[in-house]
Structure formats: C-alpha cells, structure tokens
C-alpha cells in the first residue's frame, strides 16, 4: 500500500506531463494501446492516452480489484 500523500503527489506529478504532453503535441505521438498489435500493423493509441492511463492506475493502487475505475 502506498500512503496517501505519496498517491496524492503522484497524481499531481502525472496530471503535470497531461499537461505538457497535450501542449507539446502528444496526440500526435502515437503509440501501440497493446504489447503486441495482433489485428494491425498501426498505432491505435497516443501518449497522452498513456498517461491518463497511468494516472488511473495511480488513482486505484490502495483500492480492491473489484473497485478499480479504470476504461482500459
């Protein structure tokens, strides 16, 4: 378990990068949204997605499994 102040740092730090990657072109930095990409040979995702995904990551460490609020 991570304590609070450290998920709330965590949480700040990462919606910081959204920021920067949005205002410096992220959308335009894409990326695989899986490891191996089985039904395309083109990415399907891009950074920043990437990092809303982490951010919901974060925001869900101390929660239960059946909890999570994650869209991936």
Known sequence: MIDEITLRELDYKITAIIKYLIENGG????????????YSDEPDSDIVEYAYDIR???????KDPEDFDCPF
């Open 56 to 62: 919901n990551i974060i925001n869900n460490i101390n």
């Open 27 to 38: 959308h335009d930095y894409l990326v695989y949204n899986r490891t191996c990409p089985y």
